[in-house]
Every structure is written in structure tokens, then in C-alpha cells.
């Protein structure tokens, strides 16, 4: 970040206590490691909801819902964790407060569209205004302040579709639908208040290494939640040659879209916003990290649930369901990379588009092959894929040019 920048940015964040210090490289701290484990829990409590509901449409499309809530929270907590200092007491304090609204958000998680529908939305909207109601009192008039009162404005607007959805059954999906509409279009509208207008996003200048090693640990929670979920799985069947093969299959495509995200597209993303202006380091970081990292998370966890299926069943037919989370969750995860790739200007190779179209249309074909076959297929796909990205990230970085 350019000096000019960085002055830029030191004048609209409050230089307090609890804040960063700006000009120092920064880092993950030990305690926002210790506050994304409740995450862990939540993304496991996910996919065991989808498992639940036996991979049906119904219970897709409340997974879905439930994990853009929950990623919602966690990113939203990022964004204020950039600012400020996690090891100042009172911002402990509050990630603390956060974490126990999110540990019981994910405690609702398995019945969060029935008897707990009402804790899953009072404790996602709680943790959202009691967070931004914090920075709120703690810092000082001026740009910064404005700009959070404005958030914080927002949270409360959506808060009343949720408590009323958690309340009434009949008109939960409608009510939530339009809670979360409200909550996800308030990044884009940048907050826009009638007589304040919209915030700047020169006041949302980020660390972009911070901001990215934030978005990569939550990347390595997905896949180490897929891995736990496979190993418990195979623990607590009989274990023989066919299932040691399914859980070496799925293990290796886990590693193949670790492979891709932090040996390909990671790499760019945080080159790209550590070489950018303030202004266009906010709409990046908006962009990219908020908005294009859903579906590349969500791709994950449903590849996680197809990867359960395999270990569980490895010979029998998978379905179409189970086809479509084995080969579905890795397509929709190479198109959020491929999304990142188009927002940061970066060339999307013709490999990975292929890739996409061959996993999809697998779907149907493997419906009625074992797991053991499916799993193979997407793992060939996966690792082939990524030693041609790796060639492609070899080439461009011994490029003079």
C-alpha cells in the first residue's frame, strides 16, 4: 500500500487503544483463531443438516440459507477485527459476546427452520447489532464512526423480518428470505441512509494480507471439516479395503482443492489487493471476500456430504443426490474461483471452464455408479486440474514480463 494511501487511511480510522496499529504488518491473531473454532462446530453442523434432510431439495435450500447466515456473521466480524486490535481487552470482550451468539446459532442449526427457528434468528441478528453497536459507542464523531452507525442502522432494519420469521412458521421462508435479502444488498448499496447518503469506500480501506489470511484460514476450516467428517465416518463403519479407498479418495480431493485455491487463485487475490489503491481495495475486498467466497465455501461443504456419502456407501449406486454433491460441490467451488479470478482481472484458463462443464455433465452418468467410481471421476477431474493451474502459476511467475 502506497504511502499516500496509507495517510489516506490513517485519517479516517480513529487512532484509539482498541484499534490496529497502522504501518505494522499484520497478522492473525492467536485469539482470532481461537474465535473462528466456533465456526468448525458450525460448518460441521451444517453439513449434518443436509445430511438429515437425506440430501433432499428442501433441506438444500435450508443448508443454503443457514450457511450464508453464518458465513455472514464470521465475515462481517473479520471486517471489524481488520480495524480492530484483538488483543485489547475490550474487543476480546466482544468477539467473546460473538462467539457465544454464533456457538448457539449453530447449536439451532439442526432445527433452525423448526422448534429453533427463533434462537438461529435472535442470536444471528443479536451478535450482528451488539457488534456494531460496540464501535459505535467506542469511537469517536467523525468518518469512521459514521460509517458503522450507518451499518449498524441496516442490522437493525433487518432485525424485526428475522424475529418474526423465528416466530411465525407460516411465513418464515418469505420473512427470512427478505431479512437476508436486506443484509446481503447493504454491502452493495453501501449502506445508503435517506439524508446520509452512501459511505465512501475509501472508509473500508483494508490490510489485503490480513483480509486474505483471514479468508484462507476459513477456506482450511471447510476443508478440515470435510476431513473430520470422512474420518468419523469411517471410524464408526467396518473398515475394509473398500472403504480405506473411498477415504484415501476423498482425502486427495480435499488436497486438490487446497491444491487450487491457495496455489492459484489465493495467491492472486492477495497480490491484487495488496498492490491496490485504498478506494479499490475496499470494492475488492467487498467483492471478492464477501460476496464471490460463498459459493467456493459452499461448494466445499456440499462436496464434503457427497465425500460422507462415498465413505458410508463406497459400492453402492449414488443417485443422482449423491452424485450431485460428489461432482456438484467441486463445479460450484471452480466457479467461485473463476469469479474471483474475472473481479481481480485475472485470465480464467480454458482448463477450468472444461473442468466445470465435465464434472456437471457427470452428474448423470454417475448417478448409477458406486461411490468408489464417482469419487474417482471427480478426483481425476480435481487433480488434473490443478497440475495444470500449478504449471500455469510456474509460468507466469518466471515470466520477466
Known sequence: MSDATRDG???LIPQIRIMRRSGQEQRATFFELFFDLVYVFAVTQLSHHLLATHLSWTGAAETAFMLVAV???WNYTTWMANWFDPETVPVRLVLTFVMLASLLMAVAIPDGFGDLALLFACTYSGLQIGRNLFVVLATPPGLFHQNFRQILAWSVLSAPLWVAGGLIEDARWPLWLAALALDLAGPLARYWLPGAGATPMSQWSIDGHHF???FQLFIIIALGESIVLTG?????GEMNAE???????SFLGSVALWWLYFSGASPVIARRIG????????ALGRDIY????VPIVAGIVLMAVGDELVVAHPDYDMETVGALAVLGGPALFLLGLAACGVRVKHPVGWPAIVAVVVLLAGVPVMAGQSGLVTAAFSLVVLGTLAVVEHRRAVRASSDPD
Not at 243 to 249: H, I, K, Q, W
Open 290 to 293: 464477501t460476496y464471490l467466497h
Open 275 to 282: 498492490s491496490s489503491s485504498s478506494e479499490d481495495v475496499g
Open 232 to 236: 468419523v465416518t469411517a471410524s464408526n
Open 9 to 11: 487511511q490513517d485519517a
Open 71 to 73: 458465513y455472514w456473521a
Open 212 to 214: 486474505a489470511e483471514r
Open 243 to 249: 472403504t480405506g479407498l473411498a477415504l484415501g479418495l
